[in-house]
């Protein structure tokens, strides 16, 4: 069992920042890969950062690449996604997820993460 609890969330106007955290328990956390994903209202939750176990590799969706960064902490059991330049696009519910105990290298799928936290609501404001 692995227990995620994001926080961060909030309303910014466009061009501003916002840095998710997300932190976890139950498994070693430096043993699992994380991602952070993105629902929009009427919209499939969608990719949008992964981060390998030791935080040696990351990934990115193309329409975050170069704005957002993902990170963790293993000390402190915790992974963050830094968001810079925000666009109205960018507001959705924020979940974390960590990656299925068998998964070694960064998966953009969400069928790859068998844990997700309850996520937080991201506003960017025009």
């Known amino acids: 069992q692995v227990q995620l609890v994001e926080s961060g969330g909030g309303l910014v106007q466009a061009g501003g920042s916002l840095r998710l955290s997300c932190a976890a328990s139950g498994r070693t956390f430096s043993s699992v890969v994380m991602g952070w994903f993105r629902q929009a209202p009427g919209k499939e939750r969608e990719f949008v950062a992964a981060?390998?176990?030791?935080?040696?590799?990351?990934y990115y969706a193309d329409s975050v690449k170069g704005r957002f960064t993902i990170s963790r902490d293993n000390a402190k059991n915790t992974v963050y996604l830094q968001m810079n330049s925000l666009k109205p696009e960018d507001t959705a519910v924020y979940y974390c997820?960590?990656?299925?105990?068998?998964?070694?290298?960064?998966?953009?799928?969400?069928?790859?993460?068998?844990?997700w936290g309850q996520g937080t609501q991201v506003t960017v404001s025009s």
């Open positions: 997820a960590a990656g299925r105990s068998a998964l070694t290298t960064i998966r953009a799928s969400k069928n790859e993460y068998d844990y």
């Open positions: 981060i390998s176990r030791s935080g040696g590799s990351t």
